[in-house]
């Protein structure tokens, strides 16, 4: 049975979690149930934890795996069902509502070698500014040999509720530029860079070459981080997704930010598991849907997927 440790401490003005079990140390912070990053021992880390963030209440974190919910992106570049459910003509933020307010952490505990964390979100219930919908949303995660993370939402209102939502994963690399992303060949993207209207084909595996910004659709159940530097394949196998972002933001987008080191788009590459454009999410009332991704590593000389 591994061994399992939770100590909460302070990060700038948030509150977080470092949790231990077995080999694997996991952060979180409360605000947007956000992890931070995510290293087994003896390994480079899985999550990218970003040097350069900015821990303040109330501004979203840089880095890490944040929550996009319940639209994700620009509102306006969002379906209009997706945008029918908004009832304010206040802009809207840009990933939602749920990134940059706190959680509520349910508990801690063990189930077999595994350890289970699980945050709920109550403003989801009704209290989102301009968004007057009920629907229950937690975080489920569960560490064993792999990180899953679920994002589970539940209509508890008495009308339909349709969302857009990502789990928006930062993975650590050596150099974007020296590694691909396998098994979206052949797959229909937007280059966001260029056109929203333009799909474009995906051909062979994705390589970095500078700013980079799609959106694939009818995406299949495992994509790969291929690291020759590091040695290493990052698997990632999701469930209740047929989307996926692939993000990095290059040498000048970088410099815009305020929260991000001049070199940090280096060490980092976002491919985030969504239910974006076509596979947005349409809950009746008392249906549930979880968004969920398992993140591993493999060395790349014994990886066989």
Known sequence: ???SNVESFQLGELNCWRIRHGQAELVIAQQGAHIISYQVDGDEPLIWSNPGALFKSGKPIRGGM???WPWFGNFQRN????????????????HGEVRAIDWELMGV????????VEF???QAEGQLPGWPHTVGLKLHIRLDAALNVSLVSFNAGAED?????????????SDVSQISIEGLDGVEYLNTLESWDTQNVQVGDITFTGETDRIYQDTPDLISVVDPEWKRRIQIQTTGSHSAIVWNPWIDKTKTFDDMQADGWKSMVCVETANVMTDVVTLKPGDMHALSVSIWAEPLAEATK
């Open 66 to 68: 944040p929550i996009c």
């Open 120 to 122: 709920i979100q109550p």
């Open 79 to 94: 379906p209009s069902s997706v945008q029918a459910m908004r009832a304010s003509n206040e802009p809207a933020k840009a």
């Open 161 to 173: 509720v349709t969302l857009s939502q990502a789990l928006h994963s930062y993975f650590a690399v």
């Open 109 to 116: 505990g063990e189930d077999g070698d595994a350890l289970i």
């Open 1 to 3: 049975m591994p061994t």
